[in-house]
T-cell receptor
Framework: TQLLEQSPQFLSIQEGENLTVYCNSS?????LQWYRQEPGEGPVLLVT?????EVKKLKRLTFQFGDARKDSSLHITAAQPGDTGLYLC?????????FGQGTTLQVKP | DVKVTQSSRYLVKRTGEKVFLECVQD?????MFWYRQDPGLGLRLIYF???????EKGDIPEGYSVSREKKERFSLILESASTNQTSMYLC?????????????FGPGTRLTVT
């Protein structure tokens, strides 16, 4: 059974700090995705990483796929209060994705 | 842009009532999903559908049923609502790209059963 474990579960930081969120598995995934969910809303797809070692940037967010395609990380530089939300990683080789439990990020002004 | 809409943002129902949650997507996606989301439990898949009139059970189908009569519409039915079905319900549709499957979510329905 494929599982995705995220760490940390909760993160509370001050505006301007940097942070990294991790998504790990013992299984190989053909691709992994990151979603952000704001309170009271549905998750929104941020990025898909496909190639082992791939790095993608989305403004202040940097996503990396591990060389072995078993893990991924999300790094936020100079976090802003608008980055507050639940970050979910997901993957799967069929239409039915497996989701991590999520990392709740709070960025205080 | 993909748009997934859900019939209600907030819903309050009484125990024993039959509840219908509707989801519509406008991008001709074949796959559609219903999840519930509870604090500490993450996203849990209730049912999914790969095509019209086709459905498959997810991880927690008990107490729920679904209907997909048209490609764009996927309905979740709570036959007899119970208080433990109070939750956030999320619908999604998915598209297969060269990079893999990507899911697009609706805004969610916050259901309270009293």
């Amino acid at each position: 059974t494929q599982l995705l474990e995220q760490s940390p579960q909760f993160l509370s930081i001050q505006e301007g700090e940097n942070l990294t969120v991790y998504c790990n598995s013992s299984s190989v995934f053909s691709s992994l995705q990151w979603y952000r969910q704001e309170p009271g809303e549905g998750p929104v797809l941020l990025v898909t990483v496909v190639t082992g070692g791939e790095v993608k940037k989305l403004k202040r967010l940097t996503f990396q796929f591990g060389d072995a395609r078993k893990d991924s990380s999300l790094h936020i530089t100079a976090a802003q209060p608008g980055d507050t939300g639940l970050y979910l990683c997901a993957g799967g080789d069929t239409g039915k994705l497996i989701f991590g439990q999520g990392t709740t990020l709070q960025v205080k002004p | 842009d993909v748009k997934v809409t859900q019939s209600s943002r907030y819903l309050v129902k009484r125990t024993g009532e039959k509840v219908f949650l509707e989801c519509v997507q406008d991008m001709d996606h074949e796959n559609m999903f219903w999840y519930r989301q509870d604090p500490g439990l993450g996203l849990r898949l209730i049912y999914f559908s790969y095509d019209v009139k086709m459905k498959e059970k997810g991880d927690i189908p008990e107490g729920y049923s679904v209907s997909r009569e048209k490609k764009e519409r996927f309905s979740l039915i709570l036959e007899s609502a119970s208080t433990n079905q109070t939750s956030m319900y999320l619908c999604a549709s998915s598209l297969k790209r060269a990079s893999g499957y990507e899911q697009y979510f609706g805004p969610g329905t916050r259901l309270t059963v009293t």
